[in-house]
């Protein structure tokens, strides 16, 4: 499972900061490059939950990932030649769509693990955090001396892994799912929906942050070895959190943690807004422990409680993709709206984003006080 995260991650660890970059320097303006970003996330949207329905559907979740891990390779293919914007944006967006029930289903088999002993689901995400770190740090480096044609070749390379990883995803001994219990009988569940809107803020408000920090504080006179450096840094902390903080997790509960990851957000985006000192940026990329993944600790542990097993991949690709996929859709052009006209003040709407979502978290806990679990409540978070 840690293999699958670590491959899993590791791509987007190289891509989520300096694709932008690549796609700047094959001629795409900021607001281009916010609506082919958005459009990759719509597509995740639409190819998430029906991954994760079809995942549960069959009770093989491996096969659906290898699958999907495939095609995912093969529109990356298309990134390769020196092509127009319209081929360039239609493989962002194609391996966007392929990308999109991966980690669902690897949530869904990892939690379900966690919940019958077979390990800490923190620990298992934290492998992919830190194959991201090393990505992103390592990636920072290569493509500063080589330049951002090289980026294509390197996500390709490290796709063929994520194949591999995907048809070794063990077995979390859940069959196929009966009945009803698609995407409308899980928006009718208690406090679901509003689970979908609260995190999809918090982790929406990232947008921006992923869009543009590399481009903007490359505007601002950092090397790309220094903004993988920042970035390197928030996932570190980010790292410790899962790998060491279970404790503290699991005595806050799920609704605190998404308390604590809007209220970190709305200052670590604040500050960004307000600063390009790498010294100043370095004390507020640790914020990412709690912005992201407090924010993502705590979703997963109530859709754990909320819903049975056999339903997982479906309640956590309805999560990715009408939660954060959603939100980071919408707010991926917007963001490049934004940048184009107010530049890093535009960071202040994306800390105003993850404050919008506090009333609806103190709403959450109210609805969620006392519901039982649907299964093992600890998970092992």
């Not at 947008?207 to 006179?221: D, E, K, P």
């Not at 943690?257 to 809007?262: E, F």
């Not at 859709?303 to 990715?320: C, D, K, N, Y």
Request: glycine share 16%.
């Amino acid at each position: 499972m840690a293999l699958f995260y670590a491959a899993l991650f590791a791509g987007p660890g190289i891509s989520l900061p300096f694709l932008p970059v690549f796609l700047a320097a094959r001629g795409l303006d900021p607001a281009f490059l916010g609506a082919t970003l958005g459009a990759s996330q719509a597509a995740r949207l639409v190819s998430a939950p029906l991954g994760g329905r079809l995942a549960d559907a069959i009770g093989d979740r491996r096969a659906v990932a290898v699958g999907a891990a495939g095609l995912g390779a093969i529109a990356l293919l298309l990134m390769l030649p020196e092509a127009g914007p319209v081929l360039l944006v239609t493989a962002v967006v194609l391996a966007a769509l392929a990308a999109g029930p991966l980690l669902p289903i690897g949530d869904a088999v990892a939690l379900r693990m966690a919940a019958v002993g077979g390990g800490d689901f923190g620990r298992m995400r934290a492998a992919g955090s830190l194959s991201f770190m090393l990505a992103t740090g390592l990636g920072g480096m290569v493509l500063g001396a080589t330049g951002p044609w090289l980026l294509p070749w390197l996500v390709l390379a490290l796709q063929a892994g994520v194949v591999g990883a995907a048809a070794l995803l063990p077995d979390a001994g859940v069959g196929p799912a009966r009945g009803r219990g698609g995407a409308a009988d899980l928006l009718r569940k208690p406090g679901f929906a509003l689970l979908l809107l609260v995190s999809g803020l918090t982790q929406g408000s990232h947008a921006l942050y992923y869009g543009f920090s590399a481009l903007h504080w490359g505007r601002a006179g950092l090397s790309p070895g220094l903004v993988g450096a920042l970035w390197v840094l928030g996932i570190l902390a980010e790292i410790l959190l899962l790998t060491f903080g279970r404790g503290a997790m699991a005595r806050l509960g799920p609704v605190r943690l998404l308390a604590a990851g809007a209220g970190g957000a709305a200052l670590r985006w604040t500050g960004t807004a307000l600063t390009a000192d790498p010294l100043l940026l370095a004390m507020l990329q640790p914020l990412h422990a709690v912005s992201f993944a407090m924010t993502m600790v705590g979703a997963a542990q109530l859709i754990a409680r909320m819903v049975p097993p056999e339903r997982g991949a479906t309640a956590q690709a309805l999560h990715s993709a009408l939660g954060p996929g959603l939100a980071t859709a919408v707010l991926n052009p917007l963001s490049g709206l934004l940048y184009e006209r107010f530049g890093g003040g535009s960071f202040l709407a994306m800390a105003a984003v993850a404050a919008a979502s506090s009333p609806g978290i103190a709403a959450l806990g109210r609805m969620t006080a006392g519901q039982p679990a649907m299964s093992d409540p600890d998970t092992r978070l």
